[in-house]
Protein backbone atom coordinates (compact mmCIF):
# COMPACT_ATOMS: atom_id res chain seq x y z
CA UNK A 1 0.00 0.00 0.00
CA UNK A 2 1.16 3.36 -0.87
CA UNK A 3 2.26 5.80 2.13
CA UNK A 4 3.71 8.62 3.20
CA UNK A 5 7.03 7.77 4.71
CA UNK A 6 10.61 9.24 5.71
CA UNK A 7 13.77 7.40 5.50
CA UNK A 8 16.21 9.53 7.59
CA UNK A 9 15.64 12.85 9.66
CA UNK A 10 15.94 15.72 7.16
CA UNK A 11 13.55 19.40 6.13
CA UNK A 12 10.17 17.82 6.39
CA UNK A 13 8.79 18.53 2.45
CA UNK A 14 12.27 17.55 1.17
CA UNK A 15 12.29 14.36 3.34
CA UNK A 16 8.89 13.17 3.07
CA UNK A 17 8.36 10.77 0.19
CA UNK A 18 5.46 8.86 -1.50
CA UNK A 19 6.36 4.91 -1.66
CA UNK A 20 5.06 1.40 -1.17
CA UNK A 21 5.07 -0.11 2.27
CA UNK A 22 4.61 -3.55 3.21
CA UNK A 23 1.04 -3.87 4.85
CA UNK A 24 0.45 -7.32 5.08
CA UNK A 25 -2.47 -9.56 6.21
CA UNK A 26 -3.70 -9.16 9.89
CA UNK A 27 -2.44 -11.69 12.28
CA UNK A 28 -4.00 -12.90 15.35
CA UNK A 29 -5.61 -9.85 17.14
CA UNK A 30 -4.80 -7.40 14.02
CA UNK A 31 -6.91 -4.79 12.08
CA UNK A 32 -6.45 -3.82 8.49
CA UNK A 33 -7.64 -0.14 8.76
CA UNK A 34 -8.27 1.79 5.59
CA UNK A 35 -7.04 5.26 6.33
CA UNK A 36 -10.36 8.30 5.66
CA UNK A 37 -8.75 11.13 7.09
CA UNK A 38 -5.22 12.50 8.43
CA UNK A 39 -4.87 15.96 9.83
CA UNK A 40 -0.99 17.04 9.05
CA UNK A 41 0.09 18.83 12.13
CA UNK A 42 2.98 20.62 12.61
CA UNK A 43 4.28 18.52 14.84
CA UNK A 44 4.10 16.37 12.12
CA UNK A 45 7.20 18.09 9.99
CA UNK A 46 8.82 17.94 13.22
CA UNK A 47 8.70 14.56 13.57
CA UNK A 48 10.20 13.95 9.91
CA UNK A 49 12.77 16.54 10.66
CA UNK A 50 13.54 14.67 14.01
CA UNK A 51 13.05 18.06 16.19
CA UNK A 52 10.98 15.87 18.47
CA UNK A 53 12.07 13.45 21.11
CA UNK A 54 8.92 11.06 20.81
CA UNK A 55 9.55 11.34 16.98
CA UNK A 56 9.39 7.56 15.55
CA UNK A 57 12.81 5.91 14.20
CA UNK A 58 13.09 6.12 10.19
CA UNK A 59 12.06 4.44 8.42
CA UNK A 60 8.59 5.24 9.52
CA UNK A 61 4.54 6.36 8.02
CA UNK A 62 4.38 9.98 8.96
CA UNK A 63 1.22 11.42 10.36
CA UNK A 64 0.54 11.24 14.36
CA UNK A 65 -3.52 10.68 14.11
CA UNK A 66 -5.99 10.09 11.89
CA UNK A 67 -9.87 8.30 11.26
CA UNK A 68 -10.46 4.73 9.49
CA UNK A 69 -12.48 2.13 8.63
CA UNK A 70 -11.74 -1.23 9.37
CA UNK A 71 -11.01 -3.41 6.57
CA UNK A 72 -10.28 -6.97 7.62
CA UNK A 73 -10.03 -8.72 10.78
CA UNK A 74 -7.47 -10.98 12.26
CA UNK A 75 -8.40 -14.29 14.37
CA UNK A 76 -9.29 -13.16 17.62
CA UNK A 77 -10.37 -9.93 17.50
CA UNK A 78 -14.30 -9.70 18.77
CA UNK A 79 -14.43 -6.16 19.91
CA UNK A 80 -14.42 -4.47 16.11
CA UNK A 81 -16.85 -5.40 13.13
CA UNK A 82 -15.52 -5.35 9.66
CA UNK A 83 -16.89 -1.14 8.12
CA UNK A 84 -16.63 -0.25 11.24
CA UNK A 85 -14.92 3.87 11.85
CA UNK A 86 -12.29 4.01 14.14
CA UNK A 87 -9.54 6.42 15.54
CA UNK A 88 -6.00 5.02 14.80
CA UNK A 89 -3.17 5.00 17.34
CA UNK A 90 -1.34 8.41 17.64
CA UNK A 91 1.94 8.51 16.48
CA UNK A 92 1.60 5.24 14.77
CA UNK A 93 1.69 6.60 11.22
CA UNK A 94 -1.48 8.07 9.66
CA UNK A 95 -0.44 8.84 6.04
CA UNK A 96 -1.22 6.01 4.35
CA UNK A 97 -4.05 4.22 2.92
CA UNK A 98 -4.42 0.93 4.24
CA UNK A 99 -2.57 -0.17 7.25
CA UNK A 100 -2.44 -2.76 9.89
CA UNK A 101 -2.28 -2.26 13.69
CA UNK A 102 -3.28 -4.52 17.13
CA UNK A 103 -6.75 -3.96 17.67
CA UNK A 104 -6.23 -3.28 21.46
CA UNK A 105 -4.88 0.16 20.24
CA UNK A 106 -8.16 1.07 17.66
CA UNK A 107 -10.49 3.60 19.53
CA UNK A 108 -13.85 3.13 18.33
CA UNK A 109 -15.46 6.35 16.59
CA UNK A 110 -18.94 7.33 16.39
CA UNK A 111 -20.53 6.99 12.62
CA UNK A 112 -22.15 10.55 13.33
CA UNK A 113 -20.11 13.35 12.29
CA UNK A 114 -17.46 15.43 9.71
CA UNK A 115 -14.47 12.67 8.93
CA UNK A 116 -12.46 16.06 8.60
CA UNK A 117 -13.44 16.88 12.28
CA UNK A 118 -13.78 13.96 13.89
CA UNK A 119 -10.20 13.22 12.46
CA UNK A 120 -8.64 16.01 14.73
CA UNK A 121 -10.18 13.97 18.38
CA UNK A 122 -7.10 12.38 19.05
CA UNK A 123 -4.75 14.74 19.61
CA UNK A 124 -6.49 18.04 18.93
CA UNK A 125 -9.76 17.81 20.42
CA UNK A 126 -8.57 15.79 23.27
CA UNK A 127 -5.57 18.36 24.42
CA UNK A 128 -7.98 20.94 24.01
CA UNK A 129 -10.40 18.90 26.65
CA UNK A 130 -7.83 17.86 29.28
CA UNK A 131 -5.74 21.59 28.56
CA UNK A 132 -9.22 23.14 30.27
CA UNK A 133 -10.48 20.38 32.66
CA UNK A 134 -7.17 19.45 34.23
CA UNK A 135 -4.60 21.93 34.32
CA UNK A 136 -6.58 24.59 36.39
CA UNK A 137 -9.79 23.62 38.38
CA UNK A 138 -12.58 26.44 36.86
CA UNK A 139 -15.63 26.81 38.20
CA UNK A 140 -18.63 27.76 36.04
CA UNK A 141 -18.87 31.67 35.14
CA UNK A 142 -14.90 32.00 35.35
CA UNK A 143 -12.49 33.33 32.72
CA UNK A 144 -9.99 31.47 30.89
CA UNK A 145 -7.07 33.25 28.48
CA UNK A 146 -5.65 32.00 25.54
CA UNK A 147 -3.43 33.40 22.53
CA UNK A 148 -3.62 31.59 18.66
CA UNK A 149 -7.30 31.51 19.39
CA UNK A 150 -7.86 30.53 15.94
CA UNK A 151 -6.23 27.36 15.33
CA UNK A 152 -7.45 23.80 15.63
CA UNK A 153 -6.68 23.88 19.17
CA UNK A 154 -7.97 27.53 20.13
CA UNK A 155 -11.45 26.91 18.58
CA UNK A 156 -12.08 23.99 20.41
CA UNK A 157 -11.08 25.52 23.37
CA UNK A 158 -13.72 28.10 22.70
CA UNK A 159 -16.64 25.16 21.95
CA UNK A 160 -15.28 23.06 25.06
CA UNK A 161 -15.19 26.34 27.87
CA UNK A 162 -18.94 26.94 26.69
CA UNK A 163 -19.73 23.76 27.01
CA UNK A 164 -18.48 23.83 30.40
CA UNK A 165 -20.17 26.94 31.48
CA UNK A 166 -16.48 29.05 31.22
CA UNK A 167 -15.79 32.37 29.31
CA UNK A 168 -13.35 33.04 27.62
CA UNK A 169 -10.68 35.82 26.24
CA UNK A 170 -9.74 34.92 22.56
CA UNK A 171 -5.92 36.60 21.33
CA UNK A 172 -5.59 36.48 17.80
CA UNK A 173 -3.06 38.20 15.61
CA UNK A 174 -5.51 39.24 12.57
CA UNK A 175 -8.70 41.37 12.49
CA UNK A 176 -10.43 39.82 10.22
CA UNK A 177 -10.72 36.83 12.69
CA UNK A 178 -12.16 39.08 15.49
CA UNK A 179 -15.97 39.00 14.32
CA UNK A 180 -15.04 35.11 12.88
CA UNK A 181 -14.42 33.85 16.22
CA UNK A 182 -16.97 35.85 18.39
CA UNK A 183 -19.50 33.99 15.44
CA UNK A 184 -18.25 30.61 16.45
CA UNK A 185 -19.46 31.48 20.17
CA UNK A 186 -16.18 33.41 21.39
CA UNK A 187 -16.83 35.72 24.64
CA UNK A 188 -13.87 38.19 23.74
CA UNK A 189 -11.61 38.43 20.92
CA UNK A 190 -8.85 40.85 20.84
CA UNK A 191 -6.04 41.52 19.08
CA UNK A 192 -2.49 40.73 20.61
CA UNK A 193 -0.62 44.24 21.38
CA UNK A 194 1.81 45.40 24.22
CA UNK A 195 -1.27 47.01 25.28
CA UNK A 196 -3.39 43.50 25.85
CA UNK A 197 -3.39 43.68 29.97
CA UNK A 198 -5.71 46.95 29.67
CA UNK A 199 -8.01 45.72 27.05
CA UNK A 200 -8.33 42.00 28.90
CA UNK A 201 -9.62 44.20 31.90
CA UNK A 202 -12.06 46.46 30.54
CA UNK A 203 -13.68 43.84 28.01
CA UNK A 204 -14.08 41.23 30.96
CA UNK A 205 -14.84 44.03 34.08
CA UNK A 206 -11.84 43.70 35.72
CA UNK A 207 -12.72 39.95 36.39
CA UNK A 208 -9.75 38.04 38.62
CA UNK A 209 -8.83 35.31 35.48
CA UNK A 210 -6.77 32.76 37.04
CA UNK A 211 -5.78 30.55 34.26
CA UNK A 212 -4.17 31.25 29.92
CA UNK A 213 -3.19 28.83 27.75
CA UNK A 214 -0.13 29.56 25.26
CA UNK A 215 0.45 28.63 22.09
CA UNK A 216 2.80 31.17 20.69
CA UNK A 217 5.80 30.99 23.54
CA UNK A 218 8.05 34.41 23.44
CA UNK A 219 7.33 37.65 24.31
CA UNK A 220 3.43 36.14 23.98
CA UNK A 221 3.69 34.58 27.10
CA UNK A 222 5.01 37.80 28.96
CA UNK A 223 1.62 39.75 27.40
CA UNK A 224 -0.67 36.42 29.07
CA UNK A 225 0.72 36.79 32.46
CA UNK A 226 0.48 40.63 32.77
CA UNK A 227 -3.17 39.97 32.26
CA UNK A 228 -3.75 37.28 35.35
CA UNK A 229 -4.27 37.41 38.92
CA UNK A 230 -2.14 36.28 41.70
CA UNK A 231 -1.66 32.85 41.80
CA UNK A 232 -2.34 32.55 38.40
CA UNK A 233 -0.92 29.81 36.05
CA UNK A 234 0.29 30.17 32.27
CA UNK A 235 0.24 26.76 30.52
CA UNK A 236 2.15 26.31 27.41
CA UNK A 237 1.45 23.95 25.12
CA UNK A 238 3.09 25.39 21.79
CA UNK A 239 6.13 27.08 20.31
CA UNK A 240 5.01 29.26 17.30
CA UNK A 241 7.26 31.62 17.60
CA UNK A 242 10.06 28.95 18.00
CA UNK A 243 11.63 31.18 21.07
CA UNK A 244 11.87 30.81 24.77
CA UNK A 245 8.71 32.04 26.89
CA UNK A 246 9.95 35.16 28.20
CA UNK A 247 8.90 36.45 31.49
CA UNK A 248 10.27 39.01 33.82
CA UNK A 249 11.04 37.43 37.52
CA UNK A 250 9.58 40.21 39.19
CA UNK A 251 6.57 39.66 37.62
CA UNK A 252 6.59 35.92 38.34
CA UNK A 253 7.46 36.26 42.27
CA UNK A 254 5.49 39.49 42.54
CA UNK A 255 2.12 37.74 41.71
CA UNK A 256 3.19 34.20 42.79
CA UNK A 257 2.54 33.09 38.64
CA UNK A 258 3.17 29.25 37.26
CA UNK A 259 4.42 29.04 34.11
CA UNK A 260 3.53 25.48 33.62
CA UNK A 261 4.56 22.85 30.72
CA UNK A 262 1.14 21.47 28.83
CA UNK A 263 1.99 17.68 26.85
CA UNK A 264 -1.13 15.64 26.42
CA UNK A 265 0.37 12.32 27.37
CA UNK A 266 1.43 13.77 30.75
CA UNK A 267 -2.37 14.65 31.75
CA UNK A 268 -3.56 11.21 30.37
CA UNK A 269 -1.41 9.48 32.95
CA UNK A 270 -4.01 8.18 35.81
CA UNK A 271 -6.64 8.63 33.73
CA UNK A 272 -8.94 4.93 33.56
CA UNK A 273 -9.35 3.69 30.60
CA UNK A 274 -13.09 3.13 30.70
CA UNK A 275 -13.53 7.04 31.53
CA UNK A 276 -10.70 7.63 29.10
CA UNK A 277 -13.21 6.24 26.38
CA UNK A 278 -15.97 7.45 27.78
CA UNK A 279 -14.03 11.24 27.54
CA UNK A 280 -13.46 10.17 23.26
CA UNK A 281 -17.21 9.22 23.10
CA UNK A 282 -18.00 12.66 24.26
CA UNK A 283 -15.62 14.51 21.89
CA UNK A 284 -16.89 12.12 19.53
CA UNK A 285 -20.61 13.45 20.22
CA UNK A 286 -19.93 17.32 20.41
CA UNK A 287 -18.10 17.15 16.77
CA UNK A 288 -21.04 15.73 15.61
CA UNK A 289 -23.84 18.14 16.93
CA UNK A 290 -21.09 21.46 16.39
CA UNK A 291 -19.69 21.92 19.47
CA UNK A 292 -16.36 21.15 18.15
CA UNK A 293 -15.35 22.63 14.89
CA UNK A 294 -12.13 23.41 13.19
CA UNK A 295 -11.31 25.40 9.95
CA UNK A 296 -10.14 23.77 7.48
CA UNK A 297 -8.08 25.21 5.16
CA UNK A 298 -7.56 22.38 2.74
CA UNK A 299 -7.63 18.82 2.13
CA UNK A 300 -5.22 17.00 -0.45
CA UNK A 301 -5.10 13.55 -1.57
CA UNK A 302 -2.30 11.26 -0.04
CA UNK A 303 -0.34 11.48 -3.93
CA UNK A 304 -0.13 15.25 -3.12
CA UNK A 305 1.77 14.96 0.70
CA UNK A 306 4.56 17.22 -0.66
CA UNK A 307 1.67 20.13 -1.04
CA UNK A 308 0.38 19.19 1.99
CA UNK A 309 3.36 19.82 4.20
CA UNK A 310 4.52 23.02 2.54
CA UNK A 311 0.82 24.38 3.14
CA UNK A 312 0.85 23.66 6.83
CA UNK A 313 4.47 25.46 6.58
CA UNK A 314 2.30 28.43 5.86
CA UNK A 315 1.11 31.02 8.73
CA UNK A 316 -1.42 33.64 9.11
CA UNK A 317 -3.87 33.79 6.10
CA UNK A 318 -2.10 32.36 3.98
CA UNK A 319 -2.56 28.80 5.49
CA UNK A 320 -5.99 29.74 7.44
CA UNK A 321 -6.72 26.41 9.01
CA UNK A 322 -6.04 22.75 9.35
CA UNK A 323 -4.74 20.98 6.48
CA UNK A 324 -5.93 17.30 6.01
CA UNK A 325 -5.00 14.88 3.78
CA UNK A 326 -7.55 12.26 2.23
CA UNK A 327 -5.59 9.10 1.01
CA UNK A 328 -8.26 6.82 -0.35
CA UNK A 329 -10.33 10.13 -1.91
Known sequence: MQAAIYRRFGPAVETIELADWEVGDPGPGEALVDVEAAPVHFGDLLYVEGRLATAPPPPAVA???????IAALGPGVEDFAVGQRVWLPRKAGAFARRLRFPAVGLVPAPERGDP?????VPVNALTSYLLVT???????GEWLLQNAANSSCGRFNIGIAKRLGLRSVNVVRRAELVEELRAEGADVVLLDGEDLPRRVAAATGGASIRF?????AGEATERLARCLAVDGVVAVYGLMSMQPCRVPSDLLFLNNLRIQGYFMPHYERGIPRERWLGTMRE???WVGDGTLRAKIAATYP????KEAFRHELRSGAARDGKVVLLPNA
Not at 116 to 120: H, P
Not at 134 to 140: D, F, I, S
Not at 302 to 305: C, P
Open 212 to 216: AIDAV
Open 302 to 305: LSQV
Open 283 to 285: LGE
Open 116 to 120: LQLAL
Open 134 to 140: RVVALGP
Open 63 to 69: GSEGLGR
